[in-house]
């Protein structure tokens, strides 16, 4: 990993340093893209592609999904296999390890408690005269969550979307999943989301299952909201349902930041990085740190640990692509750093870690000390794994059991209070030029003079 020596930088030059592609701007890798110039016949940007393929699944239905499904993913698929079956379920529980059952079945345990934690009550708090006034806190009717395939199989986002579904009490929810080239799915997704309880499922992907999911097809009944990460065609895929349907945000590849004195561990530090940078090829692994030693020795246990990993391509060209370790002059200019970075997930690795809490404002999930990496949260621990991105933890949460609710206001109030607050209320209608406000007003107060 080259090592940049931020010391010296300006802060315009720190922030350079960091800035990050909005989706719009990500570039496809040679192989996808060549794929999609010879389905299309022109060069087309992945924005152009999701608009066609959204458009497409709008306007014709399954034969549009299925065809992007058939194509896209070599599944040979109909409309009759398209929903996972009961004999698929089955079939799923015997090519499963025992032993992995187990741990998901106690990390699902795990995310369920957690996220019972956070189920917000609707309330209700009297006011003057004998008026009320509330919220009332509803499920969605129905959610979709989408669960990424293609490079590998991800039994833990299918827990983090359907177990903080599952507890906020939506009614109807949605898997949907890109196929292997046999259509089938991977087993341990579909034993995952048995156990949940999770049994509507359709083998689809990509931007063909977003648009399948938001605006139906005569399989697909369509969602009010869909949530998931996915690759970049999901990404714009979603971005460009919203408004039919809701999203829980706009995810793109995998970051990790790691902030750290000379009191870290280097070997923690570049297997961390690395836990990143094996998802993807864009995914970003950055370390920033004030101790040139750590720097260094970091730079370097990265390539040895490099070696010994299956998805070491991968890795290798996430790290060529993303990847950095910054020198820092102090340890303020790290946290301001990272805070500029905003990252999905932040590992402080100092001596002291709690201290920079209050200072480190912007990231989707942080991880305080040297026995608390990122795959802990990924996994095990039970906060969500479904975090910002891009930059965007300076204005998105990470998802959580109110993705899946609605805030209703409840307001009650008796004569007494409404004429209390007559005048002012007529008064702002007046002011605004909406006489008829004011009347709706100023009727009852007139009828209270009778």
């Known amino acids: ?15 350079a340093l960091l800035k990050k592609k909005a989706f ?5 890798a040679p192989r996808v893209q060549a794929g999609c110039d010879a389905m299309w016949g022109e060069h087309l940007s992945a924005a152009q592609i999701v608009d066609r ?6 306007s014709g239905g399954d034969e549009a999904l299925l065809h992007f499904t058939n194509t896209i993913d070599h599944a040979g698929l109909t ?14 529980r015997t090519l499963v ?23 917000p009550k609707s309330w209700f708090t ?23 395939g293609g490079t590998a199989a991800y039994p833990s986002s299918v827990i983090m979307n359907a177990v903080p579904a599952k507890v906020a009490g939506v009614p109807r929810i949605v898997m949907a999943a890109p196929p292997g080239r046999n259509g089938k799915l991977n087993p341990y997704v579909l034993v995952t989301a048995e156990k949940i309880g999770i049994k509507e499922i359709y083998k689809m992907g990509g931007a063909q299952a977003v648009a399948a999911l938001a605006f139906g097809t005569e399989s697909v009944p369509r969602v009010n909201k869909i949530t998931g990460p996915g690759n970049i065609f999901v990404t714009l895929a979603k971005k460009a349902v919203y408004g039919h349907v809701d999203i829980d945000m706009l995810a793109g590849p995998s970051e990790i930041l790691i902030v750290a004195d000379d009191s870290a561990n280097p070997v923690y530090l570049a297997a961390d990085l690395l836990s990143q940078a094996e998802h993807d090829p864009l995914a ?8 040139e030693r750590i720097a260094r020795t970091v730079a370097t246990e990265v390539e040895e640990q490099l070696k010994e990993l299956p998805r070491e391509e991968i890795a290798a060209a996430s790290l060529q692509n993303m990847g950095k370790v910054i020198l820092a002059k102090d340890m303020d200019t790290v946290v301001a750093m990272s805070n500029i970075s905003a990252p999905e997930h932040l590992e402080v690795m100092t001596k002291e870690p709690f201290r920079l809490l209050p200072l480190l404002r912007n990231c989707g999930a942080m991880f305080l000390g040297q026995d608390s990496p990122e795959p802990l949260g990924d996994y095990f621990a039970g906060p969500n794994h ?27 109030y008796t004569h007494d209070a409404l004429m209390e607050a007559a005048d002012d209320i007529i008064n702002m209608a007046e002011a605004e030029g909406l006489r008829a406000h004011a009347n709706a007003i100023r009727k009852r107060k007139e009828s209270s003079r009778k």
């Open 53 to 58: 393929i959204v458009n497409a699944v709008r």
């Open 79 to 92: 409309a009759d296999t398209l929903r996972v079956t009961e004999k698929e379920f089955d079939e799923a």
């Open 1 to 15: 990993m080259k090592i940049t020596d931020a010391r010296k930088m300006s802060p315009a030059e720190i922030a």
């Open 284 to 291: 970003s692994a950055i370390l920033i740190t004030d101790s």
């Open 24 to 28: 719009d701007e990500q570039e496809l």
């Open 126 to 148: 009297p006011r003057a005269c004998g008026s009320l006034l509330g919220q009332k806190m509803t499920p969605l009717d129905s959610v979709g969550i989408y669960v990424p």
């Open 386 to 412: 479904i975090l910002p991105t891009g930059g965007t933890a300076k204005f998105y949460s990470v998802l959580n059991v109110e993705t899946f609710m609605k805030k209703t206001s409840i307001i009650s």
């Open 97 to 119: 390890d025992p032993a992995v059952v187990d741990s998901i079945t106690r990390a699902i345990a795990n995310v369920k408690r957690f996220h019972e934690e956070q189920l």
